[in-house]
């Protein structure tokens, strides 16, 4: 009966970072929506929207404390508990950068683009794929899809090398327009931080079912 009960709560933490991976996943819809379309509202619904993240971390978390120091889990147990804290740890960081891309919004509110952005929307588009797709590989327990959703972090770091060399080149160019050219240059940067996150959580699914520790970061 006991085990049923531990059983059942662990699934329920579960479902908590699901939920929590889905709000993660809307804020990083939402930021590249207000930045593309320069929509102040949206922005700063998605700065106002961290909160949420930041209380399904801290709530996760506790769950974690309580189920560690009441139930008296087994080794396996365990490391599903340490997995888990870790990887809201990632999920609340990426939350993160969606907000310091809102802020980039903000901060161009003023201007208009110099280049129809292409790069960014594309790497963002691969990023949200990554998190429901890491997501699903460590509640499914799944070693394969998890080193095959590594494999997409190349993608995003092709494409931020891509806009880096594109965004020198223009600064070169147009002096005037460098803050705004810098500043998407951040915006790339954020994204490609995010997905090196999305690689740690698929690193924690990886360690929940072999109990090896990978770097899968290079």
């Given at each position: 009966m006991l085990r049923s009960k531990f059983d059942y709560e662990l699934s329920e933490m579960h479902n908590d970072v699901l939920r929590m991976g889905s709000v993660v996943e809307?804020?990083?819809?939402?930021?590249?929506?207000?930045?593309?379309?320069?929509?102040?509202?949206?922005?700063?619904?998605?700065?106002?929207?961290?909160?949420?993240?930041?209380?399904?971390?801290?709530?996760?978390?506790?769950?974690?404390?309580?189920?560690?120091?009441?139930?008296?889990?087994?080794?396996?147990?365990?490391?599903?508990?340490?997995?888990?804290?870790?990887?809201?740890?990632?999920?609340?960081?990426?939350?993160?950068?969606?907000?310091?891309?809102?802020?980039?919004?903000?901060?161009?509110?003023?201007?208009?683009?110099?280049?129809?952005?292409?790069?960014i929307p594309q790497m963002a588009e691969i990023i949200n794929k990554m998190i429901k797709?890491?997501?699903?590989?460590?509640?499914?327990?799944?070693?394969?899809?998890?080193?095959?959703?590594?494999?997409?972090?190349d993608e995003v770091d092709k494409l931020y090398k891509s806009v880096f060399k594109e965004m020198l080149e223009l600064m070169n160019k147009d002096k005037s327009k460098i803050n705004q050219f810098a500043q998407l240059l951040f915006v790339c940067k954020y994204l490609e931080r995010i997905a090196d996150h999305v690689t740690n959580i698929c690193e924690e699914a990886i360690y929940l079912v072999t109990g090896e520790q990978k770097d899968l970061n290079e």
């Open positions: 809307k804020q990083i819809h939402q930021c590249i929506e207000a930045l593309i379309n320069q929509d102040i509202k949206i922005a700063k619904e998605t700065i106002k929207n961290d909160d949420l993240v930041d209380n399904l971390q801290k709530e996760i978390e506790n769950k974690c404390i309580r189920l560690t120091a009441r139930e008296q889990p087994i080794a396996t147990d365990l490391r599903i508990i340490f997995t888990t804290s870790k990887l809201v740890t990632d999920l609340e960081r990426i939350a993160d950068h969606a907000v310091d891309i809102a802020k980039v919004t903000l901060r161009l509110e003023n201007e208009k683009y110099e280049r129809k952005l292409i790069y797709r890491a997501l699903d590989a460590y509640v499914d327990r799944n070693v394969e899809e998890a080193y095959e959703v590594c494999k997409m972090d």
